[in-house]
């Protein structure tokens, strides 16, 4: 299995303020997803980052909200800019490798007040 | 569109009693991969299984195991002789390849383990 470091592993921060979230991975993969789970719900793709290229965004997400950066191909960052209360979500970075398995990091508990 | 649905949204089992989570999907594509996975009070999200859609037997990984059922578009989860260390959130989800390689998700069924 893949070993993905995700960190922070929770933060509380103040409303207006930006959080970066950073994910190692241990072997280089080609694509890294970035998801969010708001509480009680299911995950979300917020977008798909691929090394030397821009992050391909879902739909109701945004780059000046959520950009991400993707210097090679073991490491990524998501930063939840501005963040308001509805920004509180437990944020996951995800790696497919083979194909047949999808491995998620520890995740970041995000609360925002 | 591609959708997954799980229609338990919670469900309560006696301790080592076998337990059958429900999977449906839709996707027009033939070719296309199935996952489960656990989400315990911790958040992360734990890999348990994958079928892909040309994989003539049903995967298992030890006490779990994917029934797979093509013509209904179903990929029901069992776990056998479960534990109390079984509750947690359990998600299905689907990836639809080529050229999109995101996976998404269904709401997820809540499993509680009784001692």
């Known amino acids: 299995s893949a070993v993905i470091s995700q960190k922070p592993s929770r933060d509380i921060c103040q409303r207006g303020t930006s959080l970066t979230i950073q994910c190692q991975v241990d072997?280089?993969?080609?694509?890294m997803f970035w998801y969010r789970q708001q509480p009680g719900q299911s995950l979300t793709l917020i977008a798909t980052?691929?090394?030397?290229?821009?992050?391909?965004?879902e739909s109701g997400f945004v780059i000046d909200k959520f950009p991400i950066s993707r210097p090679n191909l073991t490491f990524s960052t998501l930063t939840v800019s501005n963040m308001s209360p509805e920004d509180s979500s437990i944020y996951l970075c995800?790696?497919?490798?083979?194909?047949?398995?999808?491995?998620f990091g520890q995740g970041t508990r995000l609360t925002v007040v | 569109a591609q959708k997954i649905t799980q229609t338990q949204p919670g469900m309560f089992v006696q301790e080592k009693e076998a337990v059958t989570l429900d999977c449906t999907y839709d996707?027009?594509?033939?070719?296309?991969?199935l996952f489960w996975y656990k989400q315990p009070s911790s958040g992360e999200m734990i890999f348990l299984i994958y079928?892909?859609?040309?994989?003539?037997q049903n995967a298992t990984e030890g006490r779990y195991s994917l029934n797979f059922q093509k013509a209904r578009k179903s990929a029901n989860l069992v776990i056998s002789a479960s534990q109390l260390g079984d509750s947690a959130m359990y998600f299905c989800?689907?990836?639809?390849?080529?050229?999109?390689?995101?996976?998404?998700f269904g709401k997820g069924t809540r499993l509680h383990i009784l001692p």
């Open positions: 996707t027009s594509d033939q070719s296309y991969g």
């Open positions: 980052a691929n090394q030397g290229s821009e992050a391909t965004y």
């Open positions: 989800a689907m990836r639809v390849p080529p050229g999109d390689d995101k996976i998404i």
């Open positions: 072997s280089q993969v080609t694509m």
């Open positions: 079928q892909g859609s040309y994989d003539e």
């Open positions: 995800s790696v497919d490798r083979r194909g047949t398995e999808a491995f």
